[in-house]
């Protein structure tokens, strides 16, 4: 919901290797449209990363739908990913 910047880059790489390494697939970043609450956290001095949860589809439709595997890859890439950050 907002642009990227140098410092995020950064960040977002991170978190995708990490998802490559639990799912065995390589992933990109990419922009989904809308808005997030993320949002309302967005400041200049602070990196804010939206989007880091389970794989689905038609998102706020009746035909949402969440691939269940995916709950417990994306949750092991991001305790992955915050540990490695946190190092």
Same mark, same amino acid.
């Given at each position: 919901? /907002?642009?990227? $910047?140098? %410092?995020?880059?950064?960040?977002?790489?991170? =978190?995708? !290797? %990490?998802?490559? #390494?639990?799912?065995? +697939?390589? &992933?990109?970043? !990419?922009?989904? *449209? *809308?808005?997030?609450?993320?949002? =309302?956290?967005?400041? +200049?001095?602070?990196?804010? &990363?939206?989007?880091? *949860?389970?794989?689905?589809?038609?998102?706020? $439709?009746?035909? !949402? /739908? &969440? =691939?269940?595997?995916?709950?417990? $890859? +994306?949750? !092991?890439?991001?305790?992955? #990913?915050?540990?490695?950050?946190? %190092?």
């Amino acid at each position: 919901p /907002f642009s990227a $910047t140098g %410092a995020s880059k950064k960040w977002v790489q991170a =978190y995708l !290797e %990490a998802v490559q #390494f639990e799912e065995g +697939r390589a &992933i990109e970043a !990419e922009k989904a *449209g *809308g808005a997030g609450d993320v949002n =309302y956290m967005s400041d +200049r001095r602070m990196t804010v &990363i939206d989007g880091l *949860g389970a794989v689905g589809g038609s998102m706020h $439709t009746k035909d !949402e /739908f &969440i =691939y269940l595997p995916s709950l417990k $890859t +994306r949750a !092991e890439a991001l305790a992955r #990913f915050l540990s490695s950050a946190s %190092a």
